[in-house]
């Protein structure tokens, strides 16, 4: 497990599998407004309920029906990003449609105003989390290789050249491969092997390029009931079974120019003491992975009407207690030219993986929300959520509930992360008796220490999101439309090793990460009916 966490200190760029602080970060982050009309509001329902999303923020919303209802809300998203590495702009999109709810509530009305005047219950499921976005990173004349990180990776396995072939087990699975590749090789100086990257002369230039593919989804499926006391205090419990999927197909690729010599790089030969000379060339690594799963969460609140135009709110959710699989594997490919007397011959070399699978837990941490909803007479509302979610809390196990074998991981995650203080902010305003306008925004912070900010080579920064939208809704049918446009900086490393100052030829404390900008846009449309 630690080979494979030091591998994976970079979830984004260069991450296999998700048993590291910064995967269990990127694998927490769901944001609310699984309907239109909660989306349009910034997902500020806590304190409103009689909406099926507001179920997963604060379930005491389920108290507030006053009729049963069924609901379905077609998702149209387009995620874009926007890199910037060494000077150079990339752009890559990738458009999806999915469902963002569909709920049915049953209410149970008592004939009294006083005292339990109804109980309900939900069942359903609100759409959590998307992965689906694409991200392209390239840049020109880079100074470092990632075939120096693959070779201060093998001399820190400790693995001798004799062994390192098909050594899985104790080696950085991409330092194997790339000396299987024939991407790495080693010198020997009085007895002592050094790994070190093909370009040994140093000085060449080095385009560099990166593609990640993602796609996947977090679903809450949702067992709720709900009830209503007086019409002064709602309260209501949740029990959510979530399902996880994610996958990341990611390629990597360099291309070597040559020196003032004409000479690209070098190789080392050990059997003759001398170096094959290269002029130009190229390589690739491809890693995928996929992660799935289930967990399972609870969660409880209430909310209080001191006066008729007030609602106050307060809901805590446990952790989510997710059991978890990862399948991972990658392959380099070297496509290299060979200088020999006045030609040249090009040489392919090609080195795979194992299928890798592990099974393990992955516990989130704690959130609560406080809520404030004001109406403003028959006219409209404002509300406003406050949440915060423990980050530090998240755990990492082992499939039987062990948590040594994480002990490093688990000590970073709570050394790295702390509390995030989220923000929502929701309006309503009724143009009509059966129609309205929306509007919105929720602030979703970074969780990260000062500590955390300096190890997490891919920092996701705070997302900001920006929500509109309109409802139309007579006594038996509802129609909600919503645009949410959520932004996201991030800084993504593509590779980071330690500073050697004693190898001035391979600038080993070269860490230049890549400017990513994500813009999610969603159309949201949900149909209702009430029964």
Wanted: net charge negative; no cysteine; glycine share 10%.
């Amino acid at each position: 497990m630690k080979k494979i966490y030091a591998l994976l200190i970079s979830f984004s760029i260069f991450g296999l599998s998700a048993q590291t602080p910064f995967d269990a970060l990127n694998l927490s982050q769901e944001q609310a407004g699984a309907t239109a009309r909660s989306a349009a509001m910034g997902g500020a329902f806590g304190a409103i309920g009689g909406d099926f999303s507001s179920i997963s923020i604060n379930p005491a919303g389920l108290g507030v029906y006053r009729s049963g209802e069924m609901s379905i809300t077609p998702v149209i998203s387009h995620n874009s990003t926007n890199s910037n590495y060494l000077n150079m702009s990339s752009d890559a999109s990738r458009d999806h449609f999915g469902l963002g709810n569909v709920g049915f509530v049953f209410t149970s009305p008592f004939v009294r105003d006083k005292g339990l005047v109804s109980f309900n219950v939900g069942i359903g499921y609100n759409r959590l989390m998307n992965f689906n976005r694409e991200t392209f990173i390239a840049g020109n004349g880079s100074p470092s290789s990632y075939l120096d990180y693959l070779a201060s990776e093998a001399n820190a396995s400790g693995v001798s050249t004799a062994d390192m072939v098909g050594n899985f087990d104790n080696a950085n699975w991409s330092s194997v491969l790339g000396y299987e590749a024939y991407l790495v090789d080693y010198v020997t100086d009085g007895g002592i092997e050094t790994y070190i990257p093909i370009f040994a002369d140093g000085g060449v230039p080095v385009d560099q390029r990166k593609v990640i593919s993602e796609s996947g989804k977090v679903d809450e499926w949702l067992i709720s009931m709900g009830g209503n006391i007086s019409h002064k205090f709602y309260f209501g419990a949740s029990m959510g079974l979530r399902s996880l999927d994610y996958k990341r197909e990611s390629r990597y690729e360099e291309y070597f120019g040559s020196n003032a010599d004409g000479v690209s790089y070098l190789q080392y030969n050990p059997s003759t003491d001398d170096y094959y000379a290269y002029n130009g060339g190229a390589f690739t690594h491809d890693d995928h992975l996929e992660t799935s799963g289930y967990g399972v969460n609870f969660k409880a609140g209430f909310i209080f009407r001191p006066v008729d135009a007030l609602r106050l709110g307060l809901s805590i959710h446990t952790p989510t207690y997710y059991s978890l699989s990862d399948d991972y594997s990658e392959e380099i490919e070297g496509d290299i030219y060979y200088v020999e007397g006045s030609g040249q011959e090009k040489l392919g070399t090609y080195s795979e993986s194992p299928l890798g699978s592990y099974d393990y837990k992955l516990n989130t941490g704690l959130k609560m929300t406080a809520s404030a909803a004001y109406f403003i007479g028959k006219r409209g509302m404002v509300s406003v959520d406050y949440e915060l979610s423990d980050k530090a809390g998240m755990q990492l196990l082992t499939q039987n509930g062990n948590s040594s074998t994480f002990l490093q991981e688990n000590s970073d995650i709570n050394s790295y992360y702390g509390t995030a203080h989220n923000v929502r902010i929701g309006g309503e305003f009724r143009l009509a008796p059966t129609f309205s306008l929306r509007g919105g925004y929720a602030y979703y912070a970074d969780a990260y220490t000062d500590l955390g900010g300096e190890n997490a080579f891919d920092k996701i920064n705070a997302t900001n999101a920006y929500a509109l939208g309109f409802g139309y809704r007579d006594q038996n049918f509802f129609i909600d439309l919503a645009y949410v446009l959520s932004q996201t900086n991030a800084s993504a490393q593509l590779y980071y090793f330690p500073v050697d100052t004693s190898d001035p030829d391979h600038l080993q404390n070269y860490d230049a990460a890549a400017n990513v900008k994500s813009s999610d846009n969603k159309l949201m449309f949900t149909v209702g009916f009430k029964f």
